[in-house]
């Protein structure tokens, strides 16, 4: 397995545009995570999804913002009406089952998508 | 509230120099304590991690921290810094409950001088 995956890497969009991103999980994995990360901040989490069912939302994730997780693989994170305060780095993340029968919240990150909003 | 702090924006050590970059949390539960690196436009890697035990524990990449609980710290540290491991550092506290958001900290610019 070659960790997690998102596309595109890069989104340049204008203001007003719906754009869509997508998280390919660790493929044992069945918990993934949404966070954004904006110049000079750590990440910041938006959501989280166990299988298809997404169990907890930040309140940074407003009405614009929707994700979906439908068969419990790969997600998808839209905004639609895009601001320039969308403009950051929209990073996913994914835990699962390590060793032997116990979970822990190690999570591995994707490489991002850098959202641009002119 | 929960938080993380990390008190240095940058720093710059000299190559073969060493480096310990602080971090200091609040957190209600017993923490999980991390710390992650990113290169400029990329993810983030996981260098280590404090679940339990002993408290000095050991990455990847030469890098060790330690957990002090009474003064609420999770410092990085690495005896001889190499020029590549210029980059951005970050600390994160979890609980070790799967599903459970990490909070960051802002995050510390490490320079690499010649």
């Known amino acids: 397995d070659t960790g997690v995956s998102q596309d595109p890497r890069h989104k340049i969009t204008k203001r007003g545009q719906n754009v869509t991103f997508r998280c390919d999980p660790i493929s044992e994995h069945n918990r993934l995570y949404w966070y954004r990360q904006t110049l000079g901040q750590g990440p910041e989490f938006l959501t989280y999804f166990q299988n298809e069912a997404q169990l907890e939302k930040s309140r940074l994730l407003s009405d614009r913002f929707s994700a979906e997780r439908p068969k419990g693989s790969f997600s998808t994170l839209e905004i639609q009406r895009t601001e320039q305060g969308d403009s950051a780095m929209y990073l996913c993340a994914s835990s699962g089952r390590t060793s032997g029968r116990f979970w822990n919240n190690e999570q591995f990150f994707g490489p991002g998508t850098r959202l641009t909003v002119l | 509230a929960q938080s993380v702090t990390q008190p240095d924006i940058h720093i710059t050590v000299s190559e073969g120099a060493s480096l310990e970059l602080r971090c200091n949390y609040s957190?209600?539960?017993?923490?999980?304590l991390f710390w992650y690196v990113q290169s400029p436009g990329q993810g983030l890697q996981l260098l280590l991690k404090?679940?339990?035990?002993?408290?000095l524990v050991q990455g990847i990449k030469g890098f060790e921290a330690e957990f002090k609980r009474s003064q609420s710290s999770f410092s990085l540290r690495k005896p001889s810094v190499h020029w590549s491991d210029a980059a951005e550092y970050f600390c994160?506290?979890?609980?070790?409950?799967?599903?459970?958001?990490?909070?960051f900290g802002k995050g510390t610019t490490l320079s690499v001088s010649s």
């Open positions: 994160a506290v979890g609980q070790n409950q799967a599903g459970t958001a990490l909070i």
């Open positions: 404090y679940f339990s035990g002993d408290t």
């Open positions: 957190y209600g539960a017993t923490p999980y």
